[in-house]
């Protein structure tokens, strides 16, 4: 028996599925979770002392990867001053004043504690904004695990085969309307049906939790559009996609400017931290300025402040970091495509910039229903073998792989070889 799997069979006695977020039991790919000791660059250990070329980072935010120095410095020289306050700091103000200026939509921003903090917090912003009730979310999208927005979502959800959650009232989801993904016309009907009631239209402008998903030509535009024609709220959520396609996130690769926007643990540089932010008349609704109510303790802690602002300031000086991620990135995803092509295996891949899927289908994945036509079986016999190989990819089908700046030729080419052997 692996330490890993001692150490499992101890954590199910203690913690619901032995693990903290359900994607981690390894359940969809029938294995038992690898248990992580720790991370450098682009690499992580387990308990038994296997290294692995890592394409989760944390689901996203370690685009620097993992333990940069210069990160790693400010949380240390930050630690040594208190772990926490519950009270306003310097940091906090250097923060939003880095996201408003590198993020032109954002003109006021407030600091959680995570991506669902995050979503519930624009969406009840949004709402007390506009005066109305209802929102439009998309199938197979996940915008975090807050009652109201588990209705078709994605990522874990989908990996388990329930697209709801048990323990959500009905009454908490009746102004939650669900349109189909990349489809102008699902969102369109549900707005000449209601358009008058709706508060904000929630949108992963890359779908990025039923696998990735790239938007269409005009999709993201004609959110924008409807939105203005009806006075609702646009939110884009970029707890995946903030500050990595771009430096200003999808709204700035795609050129779309949102209402609001979330973000997750990049901008924290992985530590438990999220935010949202947009135009000043809308956020101006938050207390103690409005009277749409949002308080935390650790809202702004000094060290998650001191991680992000480092991780946030680096990107900014260094745009090359971005040309060099998307061109490492595009041959990657290009080379996993040719083989696939060579071979005739039947296997799509997507991806936009530095993330991406293989999809176990024939079909093009466009949308929610396409996706559900993979294969998670030959997924799972594909996972288990790349772990294996020591390559840590997604213990699912329906998430995505992520490179980082840490990745060098040698591990990419690496992890091309065990990949041409295990599809």
């Known amino acids: 028996m692996t330490q890993s799997e001692a150490l499992f069979n101890e954590a199910v006695k203690y913690i619901p599925g032995g693990v903290n977020s359900p994607v981690r039991a390894f359940g969809s790919i029938g294995s038992t979770p690898r248990f992580i000791t720790k991370a450098d660059k682009a690499y992580m250990w387990d308990e038994d002392g296997n290294r692995y070329i890592d394409y989760i980072g944390s689901w996203g935010p370690m685009i620097l990867g993992h333990n940069h120095p210069a990160v790693l410095e400010a949380v240390l020289d930050a630690c040594r001053l208190g772990l926490s306050f519950g009270a306003a700091t310097r940091p906090e103000v250097t923060m939003a004043k880095l996201i408003c200026d590198i993020v032109p939509s954002i003109d006021m921003v407030r600091m959680v ?55 959500v009232p009905a009454s908490v989801t009746k102004d939650t309307l669900t349109a189909e993904y990349n489809n102008v016309d699902s969102v369109r009907a549900l707005f000449e049906q209601c358009g008058e009631e709706i508060a904000a239209i929630i949108v992963e402008p890359v779908g990025a ?71 000043r008349d809308i956020m101006e609704q938050v207390a103690p300025v409005g009277n749409v109510y949002q308080a935390g303790t650790l809202s702004g802690n000094p060290v998650a402040m001191a991680a992000g602002i480092t991780q946030l300031t680096l990107l900014k000086d260094h745009p090359e970091y971005y040309t060099e991620l998307n061109e490492k990135s595009d041959r990657f995803f290009g080379q ?70 840490a990745h060098t030729e040698e591990d990419i080419d690496a992890t091309l070889i065990a990949m041409e052997e295990c599809l």
């Open 336 to 405: 996993i495509k040719e083989f696939l092509h060579q071979k005739r295996l039947p296997w799509q891949v997507n991806h936009v910039g530095s993330i991406g899927s293989i999809f176990f289908t024939q079909s093009p994945v466009t949308d929610y229903a396409s996706a559900k036509t993979s294969d998670v079986s030959a997924y799972a016999a594909y996972c288990n073998k790349m772990l294996a190989h020591g390559i840590y990819i997604a213990p699912a089908q329906f998430e995505a792989m992520f490179l980082s700046l």
């Open 209 to 279: 939790n039923m696998g990735v998903v790239p938007p269409k030509e005009g999709f993201l535009q004609s959110l924008r559009d409807i939105c203005d024609s009806y006075g609702s709220v646009l939110i884009f959520d970029e707890v995946i996609t903030g500050f990595r396609l771009s430096l200003s996130g999808a709204q700035g690769y795609y050129g779309i400017t949102p209402d609001l926007t979330t973000f997750g643990k990049i901008i924290g540089a992985g530590m438990p931290v999220g935010a949202y932010g947009g135009r």
């Open 113 to 167: 504690n995570s991506g669902t903090e995050a979503v519930m917090s624009a969406i009840r912003t949004a709402r007390g904004y506009t005066g109305r009730d209802k929102i439009v979310k998309f199938t197979g999208c996940y915008h975090g695990h807050s009652d109201g927005l588990l209705v078709k979502a994605g990522s874990g959800v989908m990996t388990a085969g329930v697209p709801d959650s048990s323990g």
